[in-house]
């Protein structure tokens, strides 16, 4: 097969990426759909190939899993966000990410894991548990996906230290059918060869596949683009608090959407309706308020059981806080029916970006 650009023009996916992503669409078992496991150093490529096998994938599948492991970098949702999607329509253009609404998402809060490891684990743990219950187990899907439904994992950069620790323990949790390791020429950088999670003797159940970086210059030498992470994080939060508006209203810039949002009339949720904490610190009551005014929270649904994780059904923006009429005001995308359910406001480490406070959003 040549290499091929896609049907986005910067995208190059080199004849070994294509012939990894149709192996394991076309290879895998119909009754025991594929679990992939994207993992390599950062800015190798995981996103983009995973992307290129979420839509080689559903040439064959209607719907596929997608575990979003990459609290810094998420695929579908704002930063912070660690969430399980159901995709069912190809992106044509990869070099565009989009959102979509979560079919389960937990707020963690934060850009990396390094902060608090465990409560990561948690929430992915949470998630994969969720996808065994709802998309693969046969007992409880839906008949038009009686074989339940692929997965593609795609996880942070972070491949040495605590961060390969943390690695090895998704591995071991999700045992994956499949396990796609992108490679770069600094090889000191590259995960470890072969199915390094794995005691010998147990590595039969799990297929691993190498792949280097797509592009290379004449030299061999890996050619990575450097990504202005931040940017593209503000860039996310933005496009999420663009859905506020409707998409035919003209919001085309920074300073459009900045006024839009303070002109916005938010929600009013009463202060007694709702428990607030932070996810990483412990905040003195006394500052709750101060702490909480002009950020963004997770909008969380309490499960009732007490060692299930909260529901994150979006983010919002505390617009304002009335103490005398015992108010917070909250912008927001989601449905004022969901917010109904709301009883949990996470706050963490996620900012409203600059570019919207400097054009005097809170005066
Ligand atoms: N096949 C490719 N063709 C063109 N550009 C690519 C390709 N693979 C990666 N890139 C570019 O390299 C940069 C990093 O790619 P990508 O985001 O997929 O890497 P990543 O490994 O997921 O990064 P991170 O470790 O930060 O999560 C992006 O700007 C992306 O567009």
């Known amino acids: ?11 190059f996916v080199p004849e070994e990426w294509s012939n990894a992503a149709e192996a394991i669409t076309n290879n895998s078992n ?4 594929p679990s992939v496991f994207v993992c390599g150093p950062k800015n190798s490529g995981k996103t983009t190939f995973s992307r290129h096998l979420l839509n080689v994938l559903l040439r064959r599948y209607s719907k596929v899993a997608y575990l979003d492991t990459d609290v810094g970098q998420t695929e579908f949702t704002p930063p912070g966000l660690l969430s399980l999607i159901v995709v069912d329509k190809v992106t044509p253009d990869l070099t565009i990410p989009c959102l979509k ?3 389960r998402c937990f707020f963690f809060g934060d850009i990396s894991s390094k902060r608090n490891p465990t409560a990561y684990l948690t929430c992915i743990f949470s998630l994969y ?11 409880t899907i839906d008949s038009h996906d009686s074989a339940g439904l692929p997965l593609v994992i795609n ?29 770069i020429s600094s090889e000191i950088k590259n995960l470890p060869a072969g199915a390094f999670w794995l005691d010998e003797g147990n590595t039969n159940r799990v297929t691993v596949i190498e792949i280097n970086s797509a592009r290379r210059d004449h030299l061999k030498r890996s050619l990575l683009v450097q990504k202005d992470s931040r940017l593209l994080r503000d860039l996310r939060v933005m496009a999420y608090f663009r859905q506020c508006f409707p998409s035919e209203m003209n919001i085309s810039t920074i300073k459009e959407l900045a006024h839009a949002l303070a002109a916005h009339p938010p929600y009013e949720i009463s202060i007694s309706s709702v428990k607030m904490k932070h996810v990483h610190c412990e905040v003195p009551k006394t500052e709750t308020f101060y702490c909480l005014n002009a950020t963004i929270v997770g909008l969380a649904v309490s499960s009732g059981v007490s060692d299930e ?8 923006i505390v617009r304002g806080i009335d103490t005398f009429k015992g108010l917070l005001y909250v912008i927001t995308p989601v449905p004022q029916q969901t917010l109904e359910n709301v009883d949990l406001l996470l706050q963490g480490f996620i900012s409203i970006p600059t ?5 005097h959003l809170f005066p």
């Open 129 to 139: 548990d969720h996808y065994r219950k709802q998309h693969c187990m046969k007992s």
């Open 155 to 183: 996880t942070p950069g972070w491949v040495k230290g605590i961060g390969y620790e943390i690695l090895v323990d998704m591995l071991k949790y999700i045992s994956p059918t499949h396990v796609v390791k992108i490679c």
């Open 1 to 11: 097969m040549a290499e091929t650009e896609n049907s986005s023009p910067e995208i």
């Open 30 to 33: 119909s009754s025991n759909p």
């Open 355 to 359: 570019c919207l406070l400097q054009v």
């Open 101 to 103: 609404t979560p079919d």
């Open 309 to 316: 994780l909260p529901h994150c059904v979006g983010l919002g």
